[in-house]
C-alpha cells in the first residue's frame, strides 16, 4: 500500500532524506497499516483453521440432521491419532438457537429503547433525566458475566419455577428437559443487555436534531409527540441503524451469559410446539465455542470450533458492512445525524 | 401526515394531551410505559446488586487468595483482583499508545484517502468482532512458536495461556473505544489552533505533540479509562487465554516477569466459574466478587464524567 501521495512534488531520485515530519508521516503510516494487518491475519488464520470442517460437510454444516452434542462428541473422540478423523457436523440448531436470541432480543430492544430514548430525550420530567443518564451509561458498562449471573440466579428459578408447569414438562419430558434455562430467560436477559447501548446512541442522534426543525412544527400547531416522532425520529435514522448494528453485533457475539443462562444443550427450539418453544432450553454458536474450550486439543475439534468462529466472524463483518452501506445511502439526505456523519 | 390538520390535531405545544389523537395519546403513554419501566429494571438492578453485594461482601474475600488446589473452595480473591488490574493493565498498555497515534493518522493525516477508509472500516470491524472468536484468533498467534516464549511451556508444547496473551487480545476490545474517543477529541480542536502553530513554523507533528494532544487530553483520559472499563468486563477471553489457575502461577524465575508470563484468573473468570453452572459453584462468592467488579466499572465511569464535563468547560471560543 502507498503511504507517500502521489501528489508530494519530490520524485525518489531527487530525495536522499526524510524530513523529521515525514518520518513521523511514514511510521504512522506503517503503525495504521499494521492495524489492517493484525484484522487481515485473523480472518485468514481462522479461515484457515476452520477449512477441514467445512471442505468434509460442504454446505450441510448450515444444515440439520442428527443431534449436535453427539457429533460433537464424535468429532472430539475421534481426535486422538489413532482412528481417522470424523468431521461430521449439522449447525442447524445452533445457529437457529442464535438467530431467535438475536433476533427476538433485538426486535425487543429497539422497539422499547426507541420510547425509552424519545421519553428520555423529550418527555422526561427533570429529575427522571437527570437520575437515568449516568444510570443507563453504568448498565452498558456492566460485564455481561454479571448479567449471567443475576439470569443464573433469579431469572432461570423463577422461570422454572412459576412459569412452566407440571403439564409442560409433562408435554415434551421424553425430548428434552424443561428447568427455566430456557429461551425466555437468554431473550430477557440479551435485551436488558443491549437496550442501553441502543438507547445511549438513539439518544444521542435524537439530541443532534436542530432545535428549529421541532419548533417549525410546533409553531405550525403539531402537538409536541406527533412533532418530534415525525421529525426528530426520522432525522435520527442514521443514529438508530448505527445504535441496531452494534446492539446486534453483541448479542451476536455474547458468548459467556448466554452460555450460563440458555441451556446448554444442542437443540433447536420448535415453534411448533407453541408457547412452550419459549422454555426449551438450546445453545448459539458463540457460547458453544466457549462450551467446548478445553476440547481444543483435539484436531477435528479444533477445526470444528474454529469453523463456528468463520461463522460468526463472517456475519460480524457483514452486519457491520450493511450498516455502513445503510448509512452511506442515508446520509446523503441526512445531513445532521447524530453518529452518522 | 398534514401538519395543518385541523381539529383534535391542534393543540399548544404546551398544553395538555386531551386533546391530541387517539394515537398520539397512545406513543406518548407508550413512551411512559417504557420509561418508567426501564426505570424500575435498571433501579432493580442496582439495588439487587448492591443488597446482594453488601451482604455477601466480607474484608476477608478481599485479602485472602483462593485457596490452594484445583478447586479453590476456601479463601477469597486477592488474586483474581489483580489479575484483573494487571490484564487491564497490559491491554491499555497495547492498546493506549496504538490506539491514540492511529487516532492522530485518521484524524491529522489521512493520507492517501483511500487507505484512511480502509482503516476506518477495520476500526469499526474490530469493533464489533465477537471476543470468542478473538480468543480463539489469540490461541492461534501465542500456541506458535515464535509467541511461545512469552507463556508457559512443557516439553516443547506452547499453552499460550498467560497474563501476555489475555491482554494482548484484549487490546483489541479496547483499540475501537481509545480510537473513536481520541479522534473525536481531536476533532473538537478548531482549525485556528493548528493554523497558529503552523505559523510560529512548527512542524506537523510538533504541533501534534506539543499543542493537539495536550490539548485533546481529556479525551485520552476518557478514551482510555473506557477502553479499561471494557476490558476488565470481558470473560470469553479470560477463560480462553489466561488459563483456568484460580491463583497467580508464574513461569519463570523473574520476579514481575513471571507472574505476567504465568497463568491467573480475573473477577470475571472467578464470577464465571463460582456461578451455579461453573466449577466452583459458590454463589455468595460470586455476588461479592460482582459487586467489586461493579464498584470499579462505577469508579471509572465517575472518573469519565468528571474529564468528560472539564473537557465540556475548556470549550474553546
Known amino acids: 500500500m502507498a503511504i507517500v501521495d502521489e501528489d508530494l512534488p519530490l520524485l525518489p531520485e531527487e530525495r536522499t532524506t526524510f524530513s523529521q515530519d515525514e518520518r513521523a508521516e511514514l511510521w504512522l503510516g506503517a503503525l495504521v497499516c499494521g492495524v489492517i494487518v493484525v484484522l487481515l491475519a485473523m480472518v485468514a488464520f481462522i479461515l484457515k483453521e476452520s477449512w477441514p470442517s467445512f471442505a468434509h460437510n460442504g454446505l450441510s454444516w448450515f444444515g440439520a440432521g442428527g443431534s449436535v452434542d453427539s457429533q460433537i462428541q464424535t468429532i472430539f473422540n475421534s481426535g486422538n491419532f489413532l482412528t481417522k478423523p470424523d468431521y461430521v457436523f449439522h449447525a442447524w440448531p445452533l445457529i437457529w438457537s442464535t438467530i431467535l436470541t438475536t433476533g427476538l432480543s433485538v426486535a425487543i430492544a429497539f422497539v422499547s429503547s426507541l420510547f425509552v430514548a424519545v421519553f428520555m430525550v423529550e418527555f422526561a420530567p427533570d429529575p427522571i433525566k437527570r437520575v437515568l443518564e449516568p444510570v443507563i451509561r453504568l448498565l452498558a458498562s456492566v460485564p455481561s458475566v454479571i448479567y449471567g449471573l443475576i439470569g443464573v440466579l433469579v431469572v432461570a428459578p423463577f422461570i422454572g419455577n412459576h412459569l412452566i408447569t407440571a403439564h409442560d414438562k409433562a408435554s415434551v419430558t421424553p425430548v428434552i428437559q424443561l428447568n427455566g434455562y430456557s429461551l425466555l430467560a437468554a431473550v430477557v436477559i440479551l435485551t436488558v443487555m443491549i437496550a442501553p447501548i441502543m438507547i445511549a446512541i438513539f439518544a444521542e442522534g435524537l439530541r443532534a436534531v436542530p432545535r428549529g426543525w421541532l419548533e417549525g412544527s410546533l409553531a405550525l400547531g403539531v402537538n409536541r409527540w406527533r412533532t418530534f416522532w415525525k421529525i426528530a425520529v426520522r432525522t435520527a435514522r442514521p443514529a438508530l441503524i448505527a445504535g441496531t448494528v452494534l446492539a446486534t453485533a453483541r448479542a451476536l457475539g455474547e458468548a459467556v451469559m448466554l452460555s450460563m443462562v440458555s441451556g446448554s444443550v444442542g437443540f433447536a427450539p420448535n415453534p411448533a410446539d407453541g408457547l412452550i418453544v419459549l422454555f426449551e432450553p438450546s445453545r448459539g454458536l458463540a457460547p458453544t465455542i466457549l462450551h467446548n474450550t478445553d476440547e481444543l486439543s483435539s484436531p477435528p475439534m479444533r477445526a470444528t470450533l474454529f469453523a463456528i468462529a468463520a461463522v460468526l466472524l463472517f456475519s460480524s463483518l457483514m452486519l457491520s458492512l450493511i450498516g455502513w452501506a445503510t448509512k452511506q445511502s442515508m446520509s446523503r439526505y441526512f445531513l445532521v445525524g447524530g453518529v452518522a456523519r | ?317
Not at chain 2, 401538519?3 to 391542534?10: D, F, V
Not at chain 2, 503552523?198 to 485533546?216: D, M, Q, S
Not at chain 2, 462468592?285 to 472539564?310: Q, S
Open chain 2, 1 to 317: 401526515m398534514s401538519a395543518t390538520a385541523p381539529g383534535p390535531g391542534r393543540t399548544s405545544p404546551g398544553g395538555s394531551s386531551a386533546s391530541w389523537r387517539l394515537t398520539d395519546r397512545a406513543g406518548l403513554a407508550l413512551a411512559w410505559f417504557f420509561g418508567l419501566l426501564f426505570c424500575a429494571i435498571c433501579g432493580a438492578i442496582v439495588i439487587f446488586l448492591a443488597v446482594k453485594g453488601i451482604s455477601d461482601l466480607r474484608p476477608d474475600l478481599i485479602w485472602t487468595n483462593p485457596g490452594a488446589g484445583p478447586t479453590g473452595e476456601t479463601g477469597g480473591f486477592l488474586d483474581p483482583l489483580i489479575g484483573t488490574l494487571v490484564v487491564g493493565g497490559i491491554g491499555i498498555g497495547i492498546a493506549g499508545p496504538v490506539g491514540v497515534w492511529t487516532a492522530v493518522w485518521l484524524s491529522e493525516y489521512g493520507r492517501p484517502a483511500p487507505l484512511a477508509r480502509v482503516v476506518e472500516s477495520t476500526i469499526e470491524m474490530l469493533a464489533g468482532a465477537p471476543s470468542v472468536v478473538l480468543a480463539l484468533f489469540g490461541i492461534l498467534l501465542f500456541e506458535s512458536k515464535v509467541l511461545g516464549f512469552l507463556s508457559a511451556t512443557n516439553g516443547g508444547i506452547v499453552f499460550g495461556k498467560s497474563f501476555f496473551a489475555a491482554g494482548a487480545m484484549l487490546s483489541l476490545i479496547a483499540l475501537p473505544i481509545v480510537v473513536t474517543t481520541v479522534r473525536e477529541g481531536l476533532q473538537a480542536i478548531p482549525n485556528h489552533v493548528r493554523e497558529a502553530s503552523y505559523a510560529l513554523g512548527k512542524t506537523r507533528i510538533t504541533t501534534i505533540r506539543r499543542v493537539l494532544l495536550p490539548a485533546a487530553r481529556p479525551s485520552l483520559i476518557t478514551g482510555n479509562m473506557l477502553a479499561f472499563g471494557h476490558m476488565i468486563g470481558d470473560t470469553a477471553i479470560i477463560v480462553f487465554l489466561l488459563g483456568d489457575t484460580q491463583i497467580l502461577q508464574g513461569v519463570g524465575g523473574v520476579p514481575g516477569l513471571n507472574i505476567l508470563r504465568g497463568t491467573g484468573s480475573t473477577l470475571t473468570s472467578y464470577i464465571f466459574d463460582n456461578a451455579p453452572t461453573g466449577d466452583l459453584n459458590q454463589p455468595q462468592k460470586a455476588y461479592a466478587a460482582a459487586f467489586v467488579l461493579i464498584l470499579i466499572v462505577l469508579a471509572l465511569n465517575v472518573l469519565v464524567d468528571v474529564f468528560g464535563r472539564r473537557s465540556r468547560e475548556a470549550r474553546w471560543s
